[in-house]
């Protein structure tokens, strides 16, 4: 006896519907997602003042490329300059201090300085920066 088995003829799998349920999950997860850190707390960050004059009064701190510094124009020691902006808050409670730092002046040369400021007292520290031509 001779057993025969029937041709079955394989039908062409198709993969169109597992991409549509990879896309589908894709797009899924990009809308549900994080794309970036947030912070626990609300956290509303400063405006720039750009194209406005700057506030009158006050002393003007400025750094060099390499962190040398001068105030109101003279230059002198991270020691001397302290000591002169101590006893100028002495003199003025609400003394305003600009910070007019060269662009390629390292942050460790801009911030320490406005964070002692603020440590001594000093609550209004302008930062001097120049705006984006305008094309």
């Known amino acids: 006896m001779k057993l025969t ?8 799998e198709t993969i169109i519907a597992l991409i549509d349920v990879v896309f589908f999950l894709l797009v899924f997860f990009m809308i549900i997602g994080r794309m970036d850190a947030t912070a626990p707390f609300s956290v509303d960050p400063p405006v720039a003042q750009s194209g406005k004059d700057m506030p009158a009064g006050g002393a ?10 001068a ?3 003279f230059e002198m020691t991270r020691s001397e300059l302290e000591a002169k902006l101590t006893g100028m808050l002495g003199q003025d409670e609400t003394l305003r201090l600009r ?15 406005v964070g002692w ?19």
């Open 71 to 73: 105030l109101d124009g």
């Open 99 to 113: 910070i007019n730092a060269h662009r390629d002046a390292e942050l460790r040369h801009v911030l320490p300085l």
């Open 60 to 69: 003007t701190i400025a750094i060099s490329r390499t962190g040398a510094m």
């Open 5 to 12: 088995r029937s041709n079955r003829t394989q039908g062409s």
């Open 117 to 135: 400021a603020e440590g001594i007292g000093i609550r209004d520290v302008v930062l001097v920066v120049t705006p984006t031509p305008e094309p």
